[in-house]
Nanobody, 119 residues
Framework: QVQLVESGGGLVQAGGSLRLSCVVTGIFARVNEMMWYRQAAGKNRERVAT???????FYDDSVQGRFTISRDNAKNTIYLQADSLKPDDAGVYYC?????????????WGQGTQVTVSS
């Protein structure tokens, strides 16, 4: 069974930093692109950052220049370094991965990790 396990959320003051991690566990053949999403209370889930297998990165305009997504393929892990945090960055952060278990790709989500930013 493939699972995505996130960690690193918490409470931080505005202007502070957090580092989120997400590891893909279980039995699988390959992991394709991975992403971080977030969902604030009462709002839709939105994509924050994407990283491809070769390390290309893409960011939502709201976090460009403040957040950095990175990847360790050997550990099947991605990270999100979130700096200069703002109250608007608060929410539940979810990890997403496209994973090939045997011969087909499937979408997987983590359980989410809460990020709270105090002003």
């Amino acid at each position: 069974q493939v699972q995505l396990v996130e960690s690193g959320g918490g409470l931080v003051q505005a202007g502070g930093s957090l580092r989120l991690s997400c590891v893909v566990t279980g039995i699988f053949a390959r992991v394709n692109e991975m992403m971080w999403y977030r969902q604030a209370a009462g709002k839709n889930r939105e994509r924050v950052a994407t990283i491809t297998t070769d390390g290309a990165t893409f960011y939502d305009d709201s976090v460009q220049g403040r957040f950095t997504i990175s990847r360790d393929n050997a550990k099947n892990t991605i990270y999100l370094q979130a700096d200069s945090l703002k109250p608007d960055d608060a929410g539940v952060y979810y990890c997403y991965a496209q994973v090939m278990r045997t011969i087909t790709w499937a979408d997987y989500w983590g359980q989410g990790t809460q990020v709270t930013v105090s002003s």
